[in-house]
Structure formats: structure tokens, C-alpha cells
């Protein structure tokens, strides 16, 4: 089957840090784009970063700087390490692949305190 399951989210106070697993199945991260993106209540869900098969890194303005992508090819899992949180990166954090998604999983809850 083709899945993404994300994880590591948690209830963290401002200025923490968290590190997001996006753990891969039918789905070689190596050799696709993978992106973050995250939804909070009421909100639409907005693209975080995407990291492309050739190991460019791009990102959403409001986390440039703080967040960082990467991948363990030997675990097939891509990663997404989240520093300085601010209470506006509260929300579900999923990934996905790009250009063709697979079905988007449950997320993982990150929240942060102020």
C-alpha cells in the first residue's frame, strides 16, 4: 500500500522544539517530492516545506528559518524539524507526496503554548 503516517507531534510551550516523523510505505521518499504542510482550526491547509527528489529544500515563508526537511533514506522516513514554535504553528501537521498525493493521513497534532 502507499502511505504516509506522520507522528512526533506534541503540546509544546513557545520557543520549543519538536521533530515530526513522516514515515513511508509503498512510497520510496528517496525518489519522490515530499511535502509538509499543516492545517490549524478553522484554517485551510497550507504548504510548509517540500523536499524534491534531487534534495532541494523550499518553504513557506512564515517557517523559513525555523523548520528544516530532510529524509533517512535507510528508514524511508522524512523529517520535519520544527525550532523557535511560535502559538501560530499550532495546528495538524500531515505530509504528502507532490506532484501526485496519496490519501492524506491523520496528521499529527502539534500545540504550542504561549
Known amino acids: 500500500q502507499m502511505q504516509l503516517v506522520e507522528s512526533g507531534g506534541d503540546l509544546v510551550q513557545a520557543g520549543g522544539s519538536l521533530r515530526l516523523s513522516c514515515a513511508a510505505s509503498?512510497?520510496?521518499?528517496?525518489?519522490?517530492?515530499i511535502a509538509w504542510y499543516r492545517q490549524a482550526p478553522g484554517k485551510r491547509r497550507e504548504f510548509i516545506a517540500t523536499?524534491?527528489?534531487?534534495?532541494?529544500?523550499n518553504y513557506a515563508a512564515a517557517v523559513k528559518g525555523r523548520f528544516a526537511i530532510s529524509r533517512d533514506s535507510a528508514k524511508n522516513t522524512v523529517y520535519l524539524q520544527m525550532t523557535s514554535l511560535k502559538p501560530e504553528d499550532t495546528g495538524v501537521y500531515y505530509c504528502?507526496?507532490?506532484?501526485?498525493?496519496?490519501?492524506w493521513g491523520q496528521g499529527t497534532q502539534v500545540t504550542v503554548s504561549s
Open positions: 504528502n507526496r507532490v506532484p501526485h498525493p496519496v490519501s
Open positions: 523536499l524534491t527528489i534531487n534534495g532541494t529544500e
Open positions: 509503498g512510497i520510496i521518499v528517496r525518489y519522490n517530492n
